[in-house]
């Protein structure tokens, strides 16, 4: 008898509800609040938000800043705006 291989994919849990994958799409898209992530995975991907949201933020801080909007405007637009 052969051991079987220890993963975390979705094929192991297809086989403890239903036996069958196609039931298991059903029966999750039928009981919404039964299916919740792991607490691992949604542990993972709030490490993953902060590390992007610090590395987008040093992005910012180490950028040129742009005058988009200066603050004095010329006395030509001024008068293109009232036409």
Not at 7 to 21: C, E, F, M, N
Not at 35 to 58: D, E, I, Y
Request: proline share 4%; charged share 40%.
């Amino acid at each position: 008898m052969t051991r079987r291989k220890k993963t975390r994919s979705l094929a192991d849990k297809v086989q403890i509800r239903t036996g069958k994958r196609k039931d298991f799409k059903k029966w999750r898209h039928e009981n919404p609040d039964q299916v919740t992530s792991t607490t691992r995975f949604t542990q993972k991907k709030r490490q993953q938000r902060k590390l992007q949201a610090a590395r987008r933020l040093a992005r910012q801080e180490a950028g040129q800043p742009i005058a988009i909007h200066p603050e004095t405007v010329d006395n030509d637009t001024s008068e293109r705006k009232d036409d």
